[in-house]
């Protein structure tokens, strides 16, 4: 079930300010990290804008929402986690780009059609994606469809300003941002410091459960390879209007190539309550297998924390490893199945 769009109107103006940053062209001289903000007049929720395309290759504007966009933009820009390719996705953003025509969805050519617009050329036809963790890139809602036009604007104003002086970033104090405020006297410069992210971490696993499968179960010799991804498939519930992106969770024994287990998750109510899941599935392949294993191989450092309380708990080796054959075979092997 597809839920109402931005009207026609709120369409044409998105379209004609996306024209406008187009031909302003601010990539030219502002950097990826070079963050302002935009106080939603709506909600007050604060988004940070990323003008993206110093190298050309990706036009666009990304408006990252609340401190979580915020701080997952620095954990993408730094590099903090490069062995997780599935962070843009999980970051939540609004974003404009500028694309080939035969990159577009059918219905953003067709919003274009009614709109009466016209675009020619390499990376010229705009196009407005909605980022939230554990779903598809999706159109844009009406609420977000306005902010991100309000964002368009004042990255305008806010660029056109550092073209010529890029002192007006530079805080007074460390930490914060420019952050431009709609007030009664219009829009007004104000420094505004965001609060950190909320943290969340997964109930531990119940440490009376793991002490007894490490008393009952048979110590193996096994090497478990173990992975949490995103599979390259959309999954759309006849009530839902965004596509759903599994998480594949797939346990492996090195040696043999032996596949332990494959458990679809799905980021609801959010992603973090999905990191709960991965630890219980996790016990329950084990407990299925009958056996606790002599070492556990992972990929990257997110698995390693959500297995670190079970391989503790367990008497388990758990080492992050770049190389992992039996666990890459096992993937390939079940993508071209599906």
């Excluded at 478990?224 to 797939?250: C, F, H, N, T, W």
């Excluded at 709960?276 to 606790?292: D, H, P, S, Y």
Aim: proline share 9%; hydrophobic share 40%.
């Amino acid at each position: 079930m597809d839920l109402p769009g931005p009207t026609l109107d709120e369409l044409r103006r998105l379209y004609e300010a996306a024209a406008h940053l187009k031909q302003e062209g601010p990539w030219e001289w502002m950097l990826e990290d070079e963050i302002f903000g935009v106080r939603n007049p709506e909600t007050g929720e604060v988004g940070y804008v990323s003008i993206m395309g110093t190298l050309g290759e990706h036009l666009a504007l990304a408006l990252y929402l609340g401190s979580e966009g915020l701080y997952g933009f620095w954990r993408l820009s730094q590099g903090q986690e490069p062995d997780i390719p599935e962070l843009i996705l999980e970051t939540r953003h609004l974003q404009v780009s500028f694309e080939d025509r035969n990159t577009l969805h059918a219905k953003d050519r067709e919003t274009i059609k009614a709109l009466g617009l016209k675009f020619r050329g390499q990376q010229a036809w705009p196009m407005f994606r909605s980022y939230v963790a554990g779903h598809a890139p999706w159109f844009v809602t009406p609420e977000e469809a306005r902010f991100l036009l309000v964002a368009i604007e004042q990255a305008l104003e806010v660029t056109r300003r550092l073209h010529d002086d890029p002192e007006p970033l530079e805080p007074p104090d460390r930490d914060q941002y420019l952050v431009r405020v709609h007030t009664e006297q219009g829009w007004v410069d104000e420094w505004f410091t965001p609060p950190p992210p909320p943290q969340y971490m997964p109930p531990a696993p119940d440490p009376e459960r793991l002490a007894d499968m490490r008393r009952s179960l048979p110590h193996q010799q096994w090497i478990l390879q173990a992975s949490l991804s995103l599979m390259g498939i959309y999954v759309r519930e006849k009530d839902q209007a965004r596509p759903y992106l599994p998480y594949l969770l797939l346990v492996v024994e090195a040696a043999s190539g032996m596949i332990f287990g494959t458990e679809l998750l799905f980021a609801e109510p959010s992603l973090e309550s999905m990191w709960g899941k991965v630890q219980a599935e996790f016990v329950n392949i084990l407990t299925r297998m009958q056996g606790v294993p002599y070492r556990i191989e992972v990929p990257d450092k997110r698995l390693h924390s959500l297995l670190a309380p079970i391989a503790a708990g367990l008497g388990t080796q758990l080492h992050i490893s770049r190389r992992l054959p039996a666990l890459d075979a096992a993937r390939h092997a079940l993508e071209m199945r599906m």
